[in-house]
Every structure is written in structure tokens, then in C-alpha cells.
């Protein structure tokens, strides 16, 4: 019921290719899903977020799908360069605030 | 502006030896966190600080101690360390953005992480 899944576990996309990383859940309490992007050897730091009631959030060239009805979210890059090569991590929050994590995924842009 | 500040970098510790990670936040967050990072695994949450004077375990806190010495910091020890306790461990605080009545999100605000390796 706390889980999220995600998926895939690694990415590899050419330079100017859409990078879709997939989220799925199970407990409709949850009320915020964020994003969060981590460079090699340094923390993760949100990305761009969303709330259950709007379909897509856009931010630049990176842009979150919400399904309600699915329970599943997605995190696409438009446009993939090099500098986004990184490992990117869904969340989920609960009614205590807290955020649970999914596995996260390390995509790679390839030049 | 430093954010959340954690030491070490990095440490070697043998088996049955004791640490303390340290972390501060200078940006007057209360809620502080305690994550360990492993391959495949995700973030897996060890203890959290919801406010200066409590704190409360998370996922996997067997192994581990925590102390929320004041409103900035918030310390992880290893009592005797094992091979399984090798990660990377972050700490983290967090503010609430609040949207309206009904939704709002907290953001997390990461360290740099400290790489501890036990042998």
C-alpha cells in the first residue's frame, strides 16, 4: 500500500531523444508527487513537482503526466541532453508528510 | 548560503567500530533526516526529526542512533558497525510549500552525502 514503483531501473537516450521515466502507486492518500534529480556524488534536489489535481505539470523542458485513475505518474524529458544524465527519483507523500521514495532510475544521454 | 552541511566525506571504519555522522541546516527547517542510499535499493529513510526534541525511526533503523542536538543539528551514530552498513548516507531537512486549504508539499533539501565503507 506505501509502495511506489518505479521504472525503469535504467535508461539509455541519443542526445535530442524524449526520456519517459514511469511511477506507479498504490495508496490514493497520497497528495504530492515529486521528482528529484541527483548528479554523481552529490544529494538528490527536487526537480519539479505536481498535486493530484491537475494532469501535467511543465517546467521547461521537463514535464510530469498524472493519472489519478491509473495511479501513475511519469517524468518526460523533452529534448534529453548530456547535462541531464543523472539519476532521478519519484516520490509519493502520505498524510503525515513524509515522502515515499521509489528506486530510482539512472539515465544516460547519449551524445 | 550552505543548505545542509554533513562530515564526513568519506570514512572506512572496521567492523565493531563506533562513528557519528554529523549534519546542520542553516535554513531554519524543523523537520531533519537521516537516509542511507544503496544500488537498486532507492532512498531508504533511518530516522527522522519532525521537530527539535523528537525523532522517530523510519524504514531501517536497526543499527543505528540518532540525536536532534538542536533545531540545526541532527547527528547519526553507529554503535558497532557491520559490512551491511556500507552505503552512502545523506542527511536532509525539509519546509512545507503550502498551495492552498487542501494540498501541500514538502520539499526535501539534501547534503552531499557521507561514504561509509565498513570492512
Known amino acids: 500500500q506505501q509502495q511506489v514503483k518505479q521504472s525503469p531501473q535504467s535508461l539509455i537516450v541519443q542526445k535530442g531523444g524524449i526520456s519517459i521515466i514511469n511511477c506507479a502507486y498504490e495508496n490514493t492518500a497520497f497528495d504530492y508527487f515529486p521528482w528529484y534529480q541527483q548528479f554523481p556524488g552529490k544529494g538528490p534536489a527536487l526537480l519539479i513537482a505536481i498535486r493530484p489535481d491537475v494532469s501535467e505539470k511543465k517546467e521547461g523542458r521537463f514535464t510530469i503526466s498524472f493519472n489519478k485513475s491509473a495511479k501513475q505518474f511519469s517524468l518526460h524529458i523533452m529534448d534529453s541532453q548530456p547535462g541531464d544524465s543523472a539519476t532521478y527519483f519519484c516520490?509519493?507523500?502520505?498524510?503525515?508528510?513524509?515522502?515515499?521514495w521509489g528506486a530510482g532510475t539512472k539515465l544516460i544521454i547519449k551524445p | 548560503n550552505a543548505g545542509v552541511t554533513q562530515t564526513p566525506k568519506f570514512q572506512v571504519l572496521k567492523t565493531g567500530q563506533s562513528m557519528t555522522l554529523q549534519c546542520a541546516q542553516d535554513m531554519n527547517h524543523n523537520s531533519m533526516y537521516w537516509y542511507r542510499q544503496d544500488p537498486g535499493m532507492g532512498l531508504r529513510l533511518i530516522y527522522y526529526s519532525a521537530s527539535e526534541g523528537t525523532t522517530d525511526k523510519g524504514e531501517v533503523p536497526n543499527g543505528y542512533n540518532v540525536s536532534r542536538l538542536n533545531k540545526r543539528e541532527f547527528s547519526l551514530r553507529l554503535e558497532s558497525a557491520a559490512p551491511s552498513q556500507t552505503s552512502v548516507y545523506f542527511c536532509?531537512?525539509?519546509?512545507?510549500?503550502?498551495?492552498?486549504?487542501?494540498?501541500?508539499?514538502?520539499?526535501?533539501?539534501f547534503g552531499e552525502g557521507s561514504w561509509l565503507t565498513v570492512v
Open positions: 536532509a531537512s525539509s519546509t512545507k510549500a503550502h498551495w492552498d486549504s487542501r494540498y501541500s508539499g514538502n520539499t526535501i533539501y
Open positions: 516520490a509519493a507523500q502520505d498524510s503525515n508528510y513524509q515522502l515515499i
